[in-house]
C-alpha cells in the first residue's frame, strides 16, 4: 500500500486485547520518524470486555482532524470492534482481521493473529503486537525499525523482547 | 516559671500599626494570644521562621497583630493553605490560629484530613461556642440548648467535642483548657509547638457579647465561672461516670504521643520513589 | 539536574501528561489535587515525578483544599499548581478570589469536561469559558489561556508559569477532554533552552514592607515570600500597600482592585496572543479557541478550495480580551462565525468586540463531540446560499 499524505487508521477490538498499546506504539513510531501523528480513542466504561478503538492519523502536513473520518486502514481484533467500525473504511481501503475471529462482510487480509500469540509467540496477550507487525508489513506506514524503537519504549520493563518477538513474527506473516 | 511583663511580649511580638485588635470588652482570645506568644517567647523561636495563619473569624485576625509572616485565609480553609506552605518549605513553624465554627464547621473536613495526614502544625483553637464576629448564630461546639441567633429557642444539636475529635483522627499532641488556666495553658502550647505532627491546644474562651448575652452570662467572669462549673479534669474524668459527666467539658492533656509527621513521611516516600526508579542506592 | 522524563527531544504524549512535564520544566514543584476525570492524568503524572524532583505531590481532601494548598505554597516560595475540570472547578472559585486578592502566582489547570453538573465526565466542552473569566465573586482580572494540540499544552504550561510569576496572579489554563487524553508529538526542550521567568522578589528590607504597593510604577509589586524575615502579612480582605487590613475606607479598595485589574488590562499588549489564518482577504472569518479550532482550520481550506474566502482567528489567550483585534477584523471581514462547544459564551465577547461593524453568527455545538470540518462548512454555506 503506497503512502498518501495523509493516512487514518483505525485499530478496533475488545478491551484486554491491548489496541490502545498497539495505537500508541504505532503513534510513537509515527512521531520517532518525525511525523506529525494524533491518537485518540475510544472505549467503553467497563475496564475488560468492551469494545475499544484506536484512532490515529498520521500525516506528512500538520493535523487539523481529530477523529477518524474515513479510515484508509481498519484492523479489527474482533467481530464487536469490527461490527462497530466497518462503516468507517473507505471505499477501497484496507482491511485486516483476526480471520479466526471476524467474519468479514467485504474483501480483507489478514492471519489467525490470536492463534499465532498463542503457538508461535507462546502468549495470547501478545495479539496486539502480532497484528500490529502484520499492519506495518502490509501498509509500511512506518519503518519495522522504528516501531521496534517504539515497542522497546511502550511496553512494560522485562516484556520487552516477547513483544518484540511477537511483532516480527506478525510481521513475518504480512510480508508472505 | 519566670514571666515577662505583658508590656514586653505586647512590644516585643505585636504590630503596633495594626492595633487596636477588634476583639470585644471581656473577649478571651487576647489572653490566648498572650499564652502563645509567652510560649513562643520562652521556646525562643526564630521571630523570622514561624508562619501564622488563619481562616475568618475573631479569632483568625491574629495573625495580622503579630509580627511574623501571616496568611490570613478563608473561611475553614486555614490548615488546607497550611499544608503548603509546610510542604514546600519544612523548615518553617506553622500556627493556625482558629475558631471553632471556622476549623470544625465550614473547615471540619479539612480539619480532620489535616489531623489524619499528621500535618506539622501547632493549632490554636478558640472555642467561644459561638459565631462570634458574625453576631451569635449557633456553632457546632454549642451545648444542647443553649441559644444563639439561629437558634433562638436553644441549639437542638449534639456538639462535637473538638479535642476528642482530633485525638481519634490521629493528633500527636491535644490538649483543652479554658482561657483562665494560663500556665497549664502556655505549656501547653509550649509542648505543642516543640512537637513533630498535628498539635491543637483548645481554649474554651469567653464571648460575652454574641454568646453570653443570649445565655444569661453577660460577663467574663460569669462566664469564667460558668466555664468553671462545667469543666472538669480529666484525671478526675477518668473516674467519673458517663452520667455524671454529661453536659460537662473535660480539660487537660488528652494525649502525647510521637507518630511519624507528614513531613518525615513526604520525605521518606521521596527517597523511595528515588529507589524504584533506580536513581538511589 | 535529572528529569524523569525525556528532554530536548522529541516524544509522543497525552496533553494532560504534556502539562504535567511542562510544569516541572517550568520549576513547578508543589503540586496539589484531588481526583477527577479527565483531569486524573496530570495528577498522576506528577504523583510519579514530583517526588523525583524533589518536589511536593500531594492529594488533598477535596479542590477548595487544593487550590488553597497551591497557595500557601507559592506563599512559601515554590511555582505550584493544580489541575481539576467540571466540579471541582466550581468548588475551587472561592480560593481562585483569595489567589486574585491576595496576588498569588499560581497555575489552576481546567481539563473542560461537559457540564452542568457531573455531566459528561468523559467528553469534551468549551463550556466553563465564562466560569473562568468571571466564576469568582467580585471585580477581578486574570489571564485565561486554551491549548488546541498537546504541542499547545505544553508550551502554554510553560507561558502560564511565566505570566502568572511576571505579574502576580493566578494564571488559568483552559483546555478540554480532548486534548488532554488525546496523544500527540511533542517536543519537549531541553531546561536550557527555556526561558523562565521567576517572580520579583523585594530588593531590600523598604520594597518588602509594601507587599502589595505599586513601588516600582509597573503595577505588580515584589513578593516578600514566608520565612525571609520579611514578616509579610497576607489577607483576603481589602487591604492597603502594607497589607494592613482597610475594609471599610471606599478608596482604598478602589485603589487596589484597579491596580490588580490594570496590571493584566494595562499589558494586554504582552499577554494577548493569537493565530491569524488567510484573514488579509478573508470574507468570511471564523473565531474561535482550543481543540475546535482545528476542525475550524480544516473548514477554512475547504472553503478557500471552493473559492471562498475565509480565514480563521484561534484566539490562543481569552483573557485578558483583545476587543481591539475583534474590531480591526469586523471592520475588514463580511462576516464572523463564531465556532465553540457550549450554547454561546465566546461569541458574546466577539459581538462585542465586532461593535455592531459586521454580523456575528453562533456555531454552537453540546453534547461532547467537537464539530466536524464538514458541519462548519455546510452552516457556512447554507448563508451563501
Redesign the interface.
Known sequence: MGWVITMQIRLAGFGGQGVILAGVILGDAAAIEGLNVIQTQDYGSQSRGGHSIADLIISKDPIYDLIVTKADVLLALAQLGYDSTKESLREGGLLIVDTELVQPDREFTGAPFTRIAEEEVGLALTVNMVALGYLVAKTNIVKKESVEEAIRRRVPKGTEEINLKAFRIGYEEGTK | MYLKSSYEIRDKYL?K??LPTIFCPGCGIGAVLQYTLRAIDDLELN???V?W?SGIGCSS?V??YV????????HG?AL??????????P??KVIAFMGDGDAAAIGG??LI?AIRRNLDITVILINNFTYGMTGGQVAPTTPKGLRGTTAPYGSFENPFDIAELAVAAGANYVARWSVFNYLQGINSIKKALQKEGFTLVEFLSPCPISFGRRNKLKTAPELIKWYQKLSVPISKAKEMSPEELEGKVIIGEFTDRDRPSLVKE?EA??K???KA?G?EE | MRYPFPVGTVDFIQGDEAIARAAILAGCRFYAGYPITPASEIFEAMSIYMPLVDGVSIQMEDEIGSIAAVVGASWAGAKSMTATSGPGFSLMMENLGYAIMTETPLVLVNVQRSGPSTGQPTLAAQGDLMQAIWGTHGDHSLIVLAPATVQEAFDMTIKAFNLAEKYRTPVILLTDAEVGHMRERVYAPHPDELELIYRKLPANEEEAKYPFGDIHGDLVPPMPVFGKGHHTYVTGLTHDEKGRPKTVESEIHEKLLKRIVEKIEKNKKDIVDYEGYGLEDAEIVIIGFGIVTRSAMRAVKELRKKGIKAGLLKLNVLWPFDFELIERIAEKAGKIYVVEMNLGQLYHMVKEGANGKVPVELIPKIGGEIHTPKEIIERIKDNLR
Request: proline share 2%; charged share 30%; net charge positive.
Open positions: 504590630r500599626d495594626m521571630q523570622d521562621e508562619v495563619v485576625r495573625p495580622g509580627n511574623f509572616d501571616g496568611l490570613h485565609t478563608t480553609r488546607a493553605f497550611a499544608t503548603g506552605i509546610k510542604m514546600a518549605n523548615d518553617l473536613n479539612h484530613h513526604y516516600y521521596k523511595r520513589a528515588k526508579m536513581w
